[in-house]
């Protein structure tokens, strides 16, 4: 009890201390470079704030939380500048979590501020401005504070403030910027963004070695929260690769952000945080191909590459079929040596041919100008849904739904049979496949090389990461010592098959969680439902196809688990967008009057996820042809409220007209005060008789 007790005094005093002097968490203050200020002339002052060890506030694009704001309330005829942004760092919590972007310690934010030229030397001028920010720490509270800030009017120079001009100007002299000895260009692809930095001369940049880069979006197209692997190209330049954040902006011209390096960009240590502000385009020839590294450079990035083969055996990716492969070393414990070593051979061979294919694929695209990054595959939503599939099938037959005499990944084959050799070669696909998705440690930078060098070395380095990933296998299987300390095959063995079974249930939950990225919320169901059809035909073909099953029987499981796996297939294969498909907008009580004041007619649907009528109606009624071409006609404006969580404004809305329930539908027609309701049940003929003939 007494322990209870002191667990519940230090909570109350933990929570107090966050809430109760929040404040104490962030001071704020305003400073200013000069004493006094002249008429007309431009002054800069700064937001300080001192942060607490351990707190942070956030940049201009925070990633996560929100950035610092400044409302001022100047006198007369004075005029504010943007708060001028120091470079950033990637902040961390207590734990290590990545959190954002932004700043600790003691924090100068300038501001430039012009007077009017009127002023009267003699008098004082009081600056007020209310602060608010965003501090955290494990845990985020919101802070503000009002500050104000008085300043003499004088007609001569101004002296500079003994404690805060140098300080001020020197932040102000270390503003990211343009440097001319630094050339910058950017190409886009589907996912990713390569940014090409290189000296802009032959002497421009020599003595000067950017290390730990890292580059901030001003507008969030770059995510925030994902590695950044910079490959060097031998000339003092770097290639880096930027995944693009889905929620960023969609197709933005330019790249524009800060590049920052632990060591500066110039050679006398002024410049932290490059500024980048390129348009996207082929990337130039002196950034873009770069030398071939030397033999020691060359030697270096393949043993990296090796090294991150090997690693790639203890990723989520590849981990399911590591459990695969030693089940099935397991089988063949005790048996012929030269037979062992065979299946790791040639389990070799189908890792290595594998990677060959996809280092001969990268090539033959790059070749035609497309911009790719490793897993360029898993872009792709057909192949997402197709692999997702089939490793679901593979964790079915390994939990019992169904057995097969002779798989693919060769559990249970028979080592004298040719089918087994064939089981081992497709296991070794199986694992290239399924690593392509992980970048291990090590790994990234061997592949980013392998992508920017010419074919033969990339080619080599792509054979490094196989022999790394099938290492382990080859040597388990050529020393029959190291097999014979495994347990001898016997019941327990079912147990670990199914037990493996559950990485592999693992991983396609991780490939619906990457699908999820790259279809509608309609394509997701259907993807789900289409999983779910595909599973019940794997037990359809275990429950009326198992061993001693009659003909007849075991002809229609087959017929049922040909029927059912293809009506998932058919159910959950990614589809693109039609042309004519609507695109729905958010919905706002001000989207819909700006609409009206247009002459619109507005469609609004009200729905949530967890509303199986709603998903019904949007199947039923918006894929009709006859509704998507009224719409089209019409030039209706469709607008989507969706209360799958819970929105006050939408609950609202929804009292306005009796409702506490989804699905609701309403349509706004011209020159009426009162929309049209639909009834919950759509039909495309409900829809198009609310519609003006």
Same mark, same amino acid.
């Given at each position: 009890?007494?322990?209870?007790?002191?667990?519940?005094?230090?909570?109350?005093?933990?929570?107090?201390?966050?809430?109760?002097?929040?404040?104490?968490?962030?001071?704020?203050?305003?400073?200013?470079?000069?004493?006094?200020?002249?008429?007309?002339?431009?002054?800069?002052?700064?937001?300080?704030?001192?942060?607490?060890?351990?707190?942070?506030?956030?940049?201009?694009?925070?990633?996560?939380?929100?950035?610092?704001?400044?409302?001022?309330?100047?006198?007369?005829?004075?005029?504010?500048?943007?708060?001028?942004?120091?470079?950033?760092?990637?902040?961390?919590?207590?734990?290590?979590?990545?959190?954002?972007?932004?700043?600790?310690?003691?924090?100068?934010?300038?501001?430039?501020?012009?007077?009017?030229?009127?002023?009267?030397?003699?008098?004082?001028?009081?600056?007020?401005?209310?602060?608010?920010? !965003?501090?955290?720490?494990?845990?985020?509270?919101?802070?503000?504070?009002?500050?104000?800030?008085?300043?003499?009017?004088?007609?001569?120079?101004?002296?500079?403030?003994?404690?805060?001009?140098?300080?001020?100007?020197?932040?102000?002299?270390?503003?990211?910027?343009?440097?001319?000895?630094?050339?910058?260009?950017?190409?886009?692809?589907?996912?990713?963004?390569?940014?090409?930095?290189?000296?802009?001369?032959?002497?421009?940049?020599?003595?000067?070695?950017?290390?730990?880069?890292?580059?901030?979006?001003?507008?969030?197209?770059?995510?925030?929260?994902?590695?950044?692997?910079?490959?060097?190209?031998?000339?003092?330049?770097?290639?880096?690769?930027?995944?693009?954040?889905?929620?960023?902006?969609?197709?933005?011209?330019?790249?524009?952000?800060?590049?920052?390096?632990?060591?500066?960009?110039?050679?006398?240590?002024?410049?932290?945080?490059?500024?980048?502000?390129? /348009?996207?385009?082929?990337?130039?020839?002196?950034?873009?191909?770069? /030398?071939?590294?030397?033999?020691?450079?060359?030697?270096?990035?393949?043993?990296?590459?090796?090294?991150?083969?090997?690693?790639?055996?203890?990723?989520?990716?590849?981990?399911?079929?590591?459990?695969?492969?030693?089940?099935?070393?397991?089988?063949?414990?005790?048996?012929?040596?030269?037979?062992?070593?065979?299946?790791?051979?040639?389990?070799?061979?189908?890792?290595?041919?594998?990677?060959?294919?996809?280092?001969?694929?990268?090539?033959?695209?790059?070749?035609?100008?497309?911009?790719?990054?490793?897993?360029?595959?898993?872009?792709?939503?057909?192949?997402?849904?197709?692999?997702?599939?089939?490793?679901?099938?593979?964790?079915?037959?390994?939990?019992?739904?169904?057995?097969?005499?002779?798989?693919?990944?060769?559990?249970?084959?028979?080592?004298?049979?040719?089918?087994?050799?064939?089981?081992?070669?497709?296991?070794?696909? !199986?694992?290239?496949?399924?690593?392509?998705?992980?970048?291990?440690?090590?790994? /990234?930078?061997?592949?980013?090389?392998?992508?920017?060098?010419?074919?033969?070395?990339?080619?080599?380095?792509?054979?490094?990461?196989?022999?790394?990933?099938?290492?382990?296998?080859?040597?388990?299987?050529?020393?029959?010592?190291?097999?014979?300390?495994?347990?001898?095959?016997?019941?327990?063995?079912?147990?670990?098959?199914?037990?493996?079974?559950?990485?592999?249930?693992?991983?396609?939950?991780?490939?619906?969680?990457?699908?999820?990225?790259?279809?509608?919320?309609?394509?997701?169901?259907?993807?789900?439902?289409?999983?779910?059809?595909?599973?019940?035909?794997?037990?359809?073909?275990?429950?009326?196809?198992?061993?001693?099953?009659?003909?007849?029987?075991?002809?229609?499981?087959?017929?049922?688990?040909?029927?059912?796996?293809?009506?998932?297939?058919?159910?959950?294969?990614?589809?693109?967008?039609?042309?004519?498909?609507?695109?729905?907008?958010?919905?706002?009580?001000?989207?819909?009057?700006?609409?009206?004041?247009?002459?619109?007619?507005?469609?609004?649907?009200?729905?949530?996820?967890?509303?199986?009528?709603?998903?019904?109606?949007?199947?039923?009624?918006?894929?009709?042809?006859?509704?998507?071409?009224?719409?089209?006609?019409?030039?209706?404006?469709?607008?989507?409220?969706?209360?799958?969580?819970?929105?006050?404004?939408?609950?609202?809305?929804?009292?306005?007209?009796?409702?506490?329930?989804?699905?609701?539908?309403?349509?706004?027609?011209?020159?009426?005060?009162?929309?049209?309701?639909?009834?919950?049940?759509?039909?495309?003929?409900?829809?198009?008789?609310?519609?003006?003939?």
């Amino acid at each position: 009890m007494k322990r209870i007790l002191s667990s519940a005094v230090l909570a109350v005093f933990g929570f107090a201390a966050v809430l109760a002097p929040a404040r104490a968490q962030v001071t704020a203050s305003l400073v200013a470079a000069d004493t006094s200020v002249r008429p007309g002339v431009p002054i800069t002052v700064a937001l300080r704030l001192v942060h607490q060890p351990h707190w942070h506030t956030y940049w201009l694009n925070p990633g996560t939380g929100l950035p610092t704001t400044i409302t001022w309330a100047l006198p007369p005829d004075w005029k504010a500048g943007d708060i001028q942004w120091p470079a950033p760092k990637v902040l961390f919590d207590t734990r290590g979590n990545l959190i954002g972007n932004g700043y600790d310690g003691d924090l100068l934010l300038p501001i430039t501020l012009t007077p009017p030229p009127d002023l009267k030397p003699g008098s004082a001028v009081e600056l007020k401005a209310k602060a608010d920010w !965003l501090m955290c720490q494990n845990v985020c509270v919101p802070g503000n504070a009002a500050l104000s800030l008085s300043l003499a009017v004088s007609f001569g120079n101004a002296a500079p403030d003994a404690a805060w001009g140098p300080r001020i100007r020197a932040v102000v002299a270390q503003l990211p910027a343009a440097d001319p000895s630094w050339a910058a260009s950017a190409s886009r692809g589907p996912t990713a963004v390569t940014l090409v930095v290189s000296p802009a001369g032959a002497d421009a940049a020599s003595g000067v070695a950017p290390a730990d880069i890292h580059f901030f979006s001003d507008d969030g197209s770059i995510a925030y929260d994902m590695p950044q692997p910079a490959v060097a190209d031998g000339r003092g330049g770097f290639a880096i690769t930027l995944p693009i954040s889905p929620n960023g902006p969609k197709d933005p011209p330019r790249l524009l952000g800060v590049l920052t390096s632990s060591k500066s960009w110039r050679r006398d240590g002024s410049l932290a945080g490059l500024r980048i502000d390129t /348009a996207f385009g082929e990337a130039s020839a002196a950034a873009g191909g770069g /030398a071939a590294p030397g033999i020691s450079g060359l030697a270096g990035t393949l043993a990296l590459a090796f090294i991150g083969g090997l690693i790639l055996n203890l990723m989520p990716c590849v981990f399911p079929v590591l459990g695969i492969k030693i089940l099935g070393f397991v089988n063949q414990a005790g048996s012929d040596r030269r037979k062992v070593t065979l299946h790791g051979i040639v389990f070799t061979a189908g890792v290595l041919v594998s990677f060959w294919i996809l280092a001969a694929i990268l090539s033959v695209l790059r070749a035609g100008g497309s911009q790719l990054g490793w897993g360029f595959q898993l872009q792709s939503p057909a192949f997402v849904f197709g692999l997702a599939a089939a490793m679901l099938a593979f964790a079915l037959n390994m939990s019992g739904v169904f057995e097969f005499g002779l798989t693919a990944t060769s559990i249970g084959s028979q080592l004298q049979s040719k089918s087994g050799l064939l089981g081992s070669f497709l296991t070794g696909a !199986l694992a290239t496949v399924a690593a392509t998705p992980c970048a291990a440690p090590f790994l /990234a930078p061997a592949l980013g090389a392998a992508l920017a060098l010419p074919t033969g070395q990339s080619f080599a380095i792509f054979t490094a990461i196989a022999i790394g990933l099938s290492a382990p296998y080859l040597l388990l299987s050529a020393f029959p010592g190291a097999v014979r300390v495994l347990p001898r095959p016997g019941a327990w063995m079912e147990t670990f098959k199914q037990v493996m079974a559950f990485p592999l249930y693992a991983t396609v939950a991780y490939l619906v969680w990457v699908l999820a990225g790259q279809v509608s919320e309609t394509g997701l169901l259907g993807a789900l439902l289409g999983l779910v059809l595909i599973s019940m035909g794997a037990w359809a073909y275990g429950r009326w196809c198992a061993f001693g099953a009659g003909a007849g029987r075991a002809r229609f499981g087959v017929t049922a688990c040909v029927v059912l796996i293809a009506l998932g297939a058919w159910t959950g294969w990614p589809r693109p967008a039609a042309p004519g498909d609507i695109v729905w907008d958010k919905w706002s009580p001000e989207a819909v009057e700006k609409l009206r004041s247009e002459g619109r007619i507005v469609y609004v649907d009200f729905t949530a996820r967890w509303c199986a009528t709603c998903q019904a109606n949007k199947r039923l009624v918006f894929h009709s042809e006859d509704v998507l071409r009224a719409f089209r006609e019409k030039n209706i404006a469709t607008l989507r409220g969706d209360w799958t969580n819970r929105d006050p404004q939408i609950t609202a809305e929804l009292a306005k007209y009796n409702r506490a329930a989804v699905p609701f539908n309403v349509i706004w027609l011209p020159g009426r005060p009162d929309p049209v309701t639909l009834p919950e049940l759509l039909t495309p003929s409900a829809v198009l008789d609310a519609l003006p003939k």
